[in-house]
Nanobody, 116 residues
Framework: QVQLVESGGGLVQPGGSLRLSCTAS????????MAWYRQSPGKEREVVAR??????YYPDSVKGRFSMSRDNANNTIDLQMNSLKSEDTAVYYC???????????WGQGTQVTVSS
């Protein structure tokens, strides 16, 4: 069982930056994938960054603005978000899948609000 805890959300003005952090209860070294998702009211949960062996995927909506980093030694993954827009407002969730055939684990989510 893996527990994930997110932190770093909050209120930021358009054009600003935030850094989210996710800490796992145990080692993530060797885990197949680590990812960040978000969900806005009335919308489906969508991936904003996903790291799998050899690659990190970003959808066009955040490419060039968001950057994910993974620290296996400290069991953390961070999401650096720059040039934030109002449409980035959402609850952001940390996600991991230990192997391709394993179940997903989710954090409790952290609210990010982009507003002037």
């Amino acid at each position: 069982q893996v527990q994930l805890v997110e932190s770093g959300g909050g209120l930021v003005q358009p054009g600003g930056s935030l850094r989210l952090s996710c800490t796992a209860s145990g080692s993530i070294d060797g885990f197949y994938s680590m990812a960040w998702y978000r969900q806005s009211p009335g919308k489906e949960r969508e991936v904003v960054a996903r790291n799998t062996p050899g690659s990190t995927y970003y959808p066009d909506s955040v490419k060039g603005r968001f950057s994910m980093s993974r620290d296996n030694a400290n069991n953390t993954i961070d999401l650096q978000m720059n040039s934030l827009k109002s449409e980035d407002t959402a609850v952001y969730y940390c996600n991991t899948r230990p192997s391709p055939w394993a179940s997903d684990y989710w954090g409790q989510g952290t609210q990010v609000t982009v507003s002037s």
